[in-house]
């Protein structure tokens, strides 16, 4: 199984690969003190994966795009990007979640001197008055 992120903002897009991701969670969020279904639903996605660095001339990964996106004040419309993640096994699209208007919570980025490589950890979330805008699809073959 692999994974595939694709954020697009104003002036960049943001590419991370099979290579990179790792684990990916959704969750649609709801308040836990609730006794009956509430208006209040968010969507949300934790991507983990492997900072892949540069050698002999190839280029590295966009997760240093990651990193200068989560710090975008939210006082400018670039805070919210357009982000689609496919999951894909035996290249059928299993699913492919967008979030039109979302925006990074955290980004965490983790080195150390015996793991060989970094790792990062990237919280999102669609904005809330546009929830109805997720889309949610799969089960159709790859491009």
Do not use: C
């Not at 660095?53 to 939210?74: C, F, I, N, Q, R």
């Amino acid at each position: 199984m692999g994974f595939r992120l694709t954020v697009e903002g104003q002036n960049e897009t943001i590419e991370l690969g099979m290579d990179n991701i790792t684990t990916v969670t959704y969750e649609t969020d709801t308040p836990d003190d609730s006794n009956a279904r509430s208006t209040d639903v968010g969507s949300v996605m934790h991507i983990t994966g492997k900072i892949i660095t540069a050698v002999d001339g190839e280029e590295a990964d966009d997760t240093m795009k990651l990193a200068l996106w989560s710090l975008v004040s939210a006082e400018k419309s670039d805070a919210y990007r357009n982000a689609t993640l496919e999951v894909i096994a035996a290249d059928q699209v299993v699913r492919k979640v967008n979030f039109p208007n979302a925006f990074v919570v955290d980004y965490i980025e983790e080195f150390g001197h015996t793991e060989g490589v970094g790792t990062f950890s990237l919280f999102i979330k669609q904005k809330k008055d546009k929830n109805e805008l997720v889309t949610i699809e799969g089960g159709y073959a790859t491009e």
